[in-house]
Structure formats: structure tokens, C-alpha cells
């Protein structure tokens, strides 16, 4: 049973108490008493001492549930007195967590460790592997002494997380742990705690937005609570990028879109910079080059129109880069063959949709009208003269001789650039791709059919393997008419008359048709050529006509012009009209159905109310129950333990519960207990009679089975036994062989320095003899004046204890004397008090009969 302390500060005392002796478990049990008893329910200032202690307790045993049945405990305890205090013990729990990892960190020299999920450490294949393996002692002193320390933390950041959601009074503290926890999971490389990391927060939030109703709940109308999510998601965004978890990047970008939703004021034009250029990262890693470019391009215009201090530099780096992303888009989105069976354009255009909703678009973009844009805002005239005619080597002018030669230069200026402009190295894979694309649609244009050769000279940057899956990427994505004869070697464009390609208009530079195109237009040829013929055959009819029928048209026109005028003025206004009336219902219904929803609302509010009235009297009700219901029980436990106590009762309620127990006659219970055990005695019995049978005749049989095989395994290897024997021995007779001879050989090695030692030693002998001889010489004398002096005072010491004894004996012989002496005079005195009390009581008893005597006659 825990101790009772009337006074929190006792409990702190006896906790430094047990310290001091080294118990620890004792010192946390008594804190945690004091902190969870209800009558220490008002906050002091001696409580956040022994919440300290407390915590440091848990962090030194690693006790993280009990540090979160603490917090808890605390926070209900301060959060309406000091929430200040909450603030600090939660912040100094966490530094001892992070002093405590990083001391384990700094004693093992492993960085990374190698396990998925800390809440799973010990799995069944690192159990086998254990076992198996050659694992040093290195390896698992750092599993045993770092992998603790970072499951604790990440366990702490975890409930404190979920110790400050929804709660206005420490939303900076929340967002602050939410931060530390991100730098945790980057400086461990924790994967899978950031994907739980980031669900939690994403739940808290959504319980942020349902329970908006809670007198302590966040308000996210508020700009300064907007401002701290968004920096807390920006980081998230930014630890996801650097651990390279696209999807966890793009969770938090549609968290970060679905923030500024909220938001009723525009954000600030740097956190717009920040977040396009962390979208564009993420669309890039995702392989969707069209929104990474669309991303930059929305950058661009912000930059433009926010910064006054945007130098020239900087927009020409800005630009540059704008360019070669938009190039770098694929000419035809690539679909895969699945996409074409499973007829996925539907949903890849819902995607693009939600893509563009992230980047605030109203449709997706594409890139003819990226490209576009950037030639509307006159962006090339900020690009560097490098990179600048890139554009129209790809986009507009018709050179499939020259167009790789040009783009390799520019392609090789990007490379050279690879210390001062690190993002441009990445759009060089996507230009080559475009590069080859433009370059077969070109070819195609002006040749029937090429030897591959050629073609490949003319693209020097790619080998043959990659040319050729590139011709047929295109053949399959681009509707680009192309043979390939591998036993020539020669590619065909547009040979195949009965192939209709796609009736889109081309996109780049366009010289003519293909056959295959030409035939499909044959028909519309054909009225030309015939309309040309009949303006050559009836030139003059045919101008007449047309003048005829123009003034007419004319004549009409200046006839009715005004009445149709008139007539499409009036149309408009009744559409007007219409419309305003439309707005107007529409604005009167929706204030209606404003006001039915506010009363609904209302009802159901009150209705709310008075259920969550009832449901706390009841609530109230069924505590008092349950008190004396739990009073009740305790009793009857008390009594059941006491007899529980006893041998016989041990005995009896050793497998049934007490909860059980209590509902229960003891006497039956005893009755029922006696039957139950006879009767497993019993089966026991027999269970173990059938057994010792059955071993009985498996042992036998296993023995006469295994005799015979015995005797022939013994003398097989007893065989194999004198053989190694033999080899055994024989290998050891040389070896001594051998060591002799070498024993031999240094014996007459050593013999020539024996005169050589023998003079050694003697010399030192010599010398050590006669220093031996003086030391001796003196021990002695001292030792004759040692014991004169010794002699001497035992005699003194002598006479003086004879002195001492015979003064002893004196004294106590007249002491006994004394005493003897009080004993007589003591025992005369209580004689004669007897005496005097025997004939005061001998008086008594006469008197009657001398009474009697004395009043008889005589």
C-alpha cells in the first residue's frame, strides 16, 4: 500500500530520501502517489519541483507510460492556474529525453541504425538473425544502448504531441515539439516514425476542425494559429523533401493548399515564394515535368510582381530556368499501354485538375500554352544569350541537319554551369529526349526513308540502343509514321497509305504532310482543285454572281439594321432582366434556407444541451452507484482475503477469481473447490499410469531396436578412433622430435653466455651481500634498544596495575562491608514491623472471646 502524505512536500522529501541510497523505482512510486492522489488536486508552487523530479525519474527507467499518466495528471492539475508551468516541465522532459539520446549516441559509434520501426524493434527475423549471425560486440552494444534512447524519445515527442493538441493556451508549444520531432526523424533517418508523425498531425488538425466548439479548442480563423500551422507544414515539407518521401511532400503540400483555403487574407508573398519553389521540387521528383514548370512559371510572375529589388542577375537566372523547364516538358504526354486498354483519361484529367487547384489555377495547363505565355510576358528577352535561340532551334525554325549541333552547345554551356547553377543539370536528360522527338518529326517531313546510320550521326549525343527505343516511344505516343528494317537498316516514314494519323493540327515547325496525311485530305483537295477549275471555266458568271448576292446582302442589311438592332437591345435587357430576377429569388431562397438551417441549428443545439444535461446527472448518478458498489466490494474482498490467508483457503481459491468469489457462497465454493480437486487427482493419476505404460514399451522397444546398431557404430568408431589415434600420436612424436632438436640447438646457444652470467651474477651478489650486511648490522642495534625501551615500560606499566588492583579490592571489600551492614539493619526493622502487625492482628481476633470470658458467670 503507498504511502499517505498530508503534505506534497514530505512525499518530496522521502523521494530525495531513497535517492540518496540509490532506489529509484521506490522514489518514482512515491511521486506518482503524491501527483495522481485527488487530494492534491490544487495547484502549488511546490508542484512543479516534484513533477520535475518526477519526470527525470521516468527518463532515468525509462518509463515513458508513466511519464505520460503524469503529464496528463499535470495538465488537468495547472491548465486553468498556471499553464506556464505545464510549458516548462513538458520542455524540460523533452531536453532530458534529447540529453539522454545523445548520450547513448556519443558511447555507440553506430549513426544509422538498421531497424524499420521503433515500435517494433524486436521482430521474429532479427531474433533468427541474431542467432545465426556474426554479429560483434560493437553491433550490439549499439543496439542495446542507442536504440532505447531513440525509441524513448520519439515515444515522448509523440504524447506530448498529443498532450497539447487542441488547446489554444499551448498552440506555440505544440507547433515547436511538432518541429523538434521533424529534426529527430531527419538527424536518425527515421522514415516510418515521419509517416506516423505526419498522420498524427494531419489527424490532429481534422480533430482541430470538428472540435472547434471546446472553450480551450484553436481557432483557425485566427492568423497568428494559420501562421504557426503553415510553418509547422512548411517544415514538414521541407524534412520530407530532404528524406526524400515524395509522397509524404505532396500529403503536405495539398495540407498547406487546404491551410491558405482557410485563410480569409492573402498569404505573404514569401511564403508563396517558399511554397512554389518547395512544389516545384516535389512535381519534379514525381516525374510531372508540365506542373514543375507551370510551378515556376507562377514564381516567376509573384517574383516579378512582389520584389522591387529584383536585380538583373536574378532575373535572368529565374528566366533562364523558366525556359528550360518549359522546354524540357514532353512534346506528347506519355501513356502508357495500360492507360490506353483501361481508358484512364478521365482520371488522369481529374488529376490535373487537383494539380492545378495546389497551384491555383482554374484548368490545367498544357505546354503550347506554357510556351505561350512566356512569349506573351516577353521572358526571352531576360535569358542569357547562351540559352536564348533554344527556343527557336526547338519551337520554331525547320534544320533537322543542324538542330543537334545547336542544341549541344547550349546543352554543353548548361554542364559547364554545374557549380553556380546546380538546378539546370537536371532538365539535360528531358532536352535531349524533345531534341531527338523534333528531330524525327522534322526528318520525317522532308525524307521517305533514311538509313539508321545517318540518323544517328545526326544525333551524336545518344548511342544507337537509345535512338531507337526513343523511335519507337515515338511511334507509340506520337502518332509518328516509322518503319524500321533491321535487315537494311533503314527507316521509312509515311509509307503505310491506309494509316490515318491523328486530324490535330502539328505542334513545332510544320513543312508539309506526309503521304499517309495527304491521302486522308484527298477529298478536300479535290474540291479545291475543282473550285479552281470552275473560277478558270465561268470566271465572269461567277463574279457577277457573287455581286449580286453581296448587294443584296446589303440591301437587307440597310433595311433592317436598325429593327434588328432594336430587337437584339431588347432581347439583351429582358435577359437582364431575367437574370436579376433570377439573382434575386436565388439570394431571397438562400436567406430563407439561411434562416430554416440558423433555427435547425438552433434546436439541435439546445436539444444538445439538455442530453448533455441529463447525461452528466446520470452520469452523477451511476458514480455514486458505483462508489458504493466499489465500497461494498472492497469489503467483501477484505473478508475474502483474510480467509484467503489461511492454508486451507489458499487452497481453495488458488484458480478461482476473486470478482467471482464475491458473488458467491464460501461454503459451496469450498465444497465445489474439494470435488474439483479429487477429481484431477484422479485423472491425473490415470493420465500418468498410461503414460509410464506407454514409455514403458516405446523405451523398450527403441532399446532392442538400437542394440545391434549400437555395437556396429561402437566398433566402427572405435576403428576410426585407433586410426586417428595412431595419426595423432605419430604427428606428436615428431612434433617432439622437432621441439628437442630446437630445445638442443638454444640449449648450445645459451651455453656460451654462461660464464658471461655466471660473472654477473656473482658481481651483484658481491655487492648486494655487504649493503644486506649493514642494513642486518643496524636492525640489530635498533632492535636491542627497542626491547630495553619495551622492557622497561611493561615493568612500570606493571607496578602500576598491581597499584590499581589492590585500591580495587579495597574499595569494593568496604562496599560489601556497607551493604552487609544496611542488609542487617533493613532486616530488624521489618522483623519488628511484623511483630507489631501480628499482635495487632492477634488483638483483633481475642477480643471477642475475651469478651465472652469476661461476661461469664463464674
Known sequence: MPAYFQRPENALKRANEFLEVGKKQPALDVLYD???????????????PIMLKYLELCVDLRKSHLAKEGLYQYKNICQQVNIKSLEDVVRAYLKLAEEKTETAKGESQQMVLDIEDLDNIQTPESVLLSAVSGEDTQDRTDRLLLTPWVKFLWESYRQCLDLLRNNSKVERLYHDIAQQAFKFCLQYTRKAEFRKLCDNLRMHLGQIQRHHNQSTAINLNNPESQ?????????????AIAMELWQEAFKAVEDIHGLFALSKKPPKPQLMANYYNKVSTVFWKSGNALFHACTLHRLYHLSREMRKNLTQEEMQRMST??????????????????????DMDGIIVEKHRRLATLLGLQSPPTRQSLINDMVRFNLLQYIVPEVKELYNWLEMDFHPLKLSGRVTKVLNWVRDQSEKEADLQ??????QSNTILRLLQQVAQIYQSIEFSRLASLVPFVDAFQLERSIVDAARHCDLQVRIDHTTRNLSFGSDLNYSTKE???????????????????????????????????????????????????????????????????????????????ENLNIQREKE???????ELQKVRKAEEERLRQEAKEREKERIMQEHEQIKKKTVRERLEQIKKTELGAKAFKDIDIEDLEELDPDFIMAKQVEQLEKEKRELQDRLKNQEKKIDYFERAKRLEEIPLIKKAYEEQRVKDMELWELQEEERISNMKIEREKALEHKQRMSRMMEDKENFVAKITDARSFIYEEKLKQFQERLVEERKKRLEERKIQRKED???????????????????????????????????????????VLSPKMLLLESRPW
Open 34 to 48: 503524491v501527483i495522481k492522489s485527488k487530494k492534491h488536486r490544487t495547484w502549488q508552487k511546490i508542484h512543479e
Open 227 to 239: 501562421s504557426m500551422h503553415l510553418e509547422t507544414r512548411l517544415v514538414q515539407l521541407d524534412s
Open 321 to 342: 530556368r523558366v525556359l528550360l523547364a518549359t522546354l524540357s516538358i514532353p512534346i506528347t504526354p506519355e501513356r502508357t499501354d495500360i492507360a490506353r486498354l483501361l
Open 426 to 431: 537536371q532538365y539535360v536528360p528531358h532536352l
Open 504 to 582: 490535330d493540327s502539328p505542334v513545332g515547325p510544320f513543312l508539309q504532310n506526309m503521304p499517309s496525311a495527304q491521302i486522308r485530305n484527298q477529298l478536300t483537295a479535290m474540291s479545291s482543285s475543282l473550285a479552281k477549275a470552275i473560277q478558270v471555266i465561268k470566271p465572269a458568271s461567277m463574279l457577277q454572281d457573287r455581286e449580286e448576292k453581296s448587294q443584296l446582302a446589303i440591301t437587307a442589311y440597310l433595311k433592317n439594321g436598325r429593327k434588328e438592332h432594336q430587337r437584339i437591345l431588347a432581347r439583351r435587357q429582358t435577359i437582364e432582366e431575367r437574370k436579376e430576377r433570377l
Open 593 to 599: 434556407e439561411l434562416e430554416q438551417r440558423e433555427a
Open 802 to 844: 598491581r597499584r590499581n588492583t589492590y585500591y580495587r579490592q579495597k574499595e569494593e571489600e568496604a562496599q560489601r562491608i556497607h551493604e552487609e551492614q544496611l542488609k542487617k539493619g533493613i532486616f530488624s526493622y521489618l522483623l519488628a514491623s511484623v511483630l507489631v502487625m501480628y499482635l495487632n492482628t492477634t488483638r483483633n
